[in-house]
């Protein structure tokens, strides 16, 4: 996936809620449910539950951008971390402060 997908995410997702691109864009939104279909890219749900197991909070914001999903919470002490994950493996990369 080239382009950078934005995927703003509420609070409460469930499995069955579709992902929403924030751009509208209904061919890049079928094309990120295609490739998790096909296991190509790990659900959200399941970087955003390990995230935020991680670091308890609020979800701000969930970016798909070149192969990684970047997840930011903003915690209860005010801090805003940003952890990245590898959108194939749903590996964590990165776990840093926004």
Known sequence: MTASLLLPVLLALSPQEPVRVHDGGSRQQEAVRQAVRQGRL??????????????????????????????????????VMELDYDAATGRLLKMEED
């Open 42 to 79: 790990v659900p959200l749900q399941q970087v955003v539950a390990d995230a935020l197991r991680r670091y308890p909070g609020k979800l701000v914001e969930v970016e798909l951008d070149d192969g990684k999903y970047e997840i930011e919470i903003l915690g209860a002490n005010g801090v």
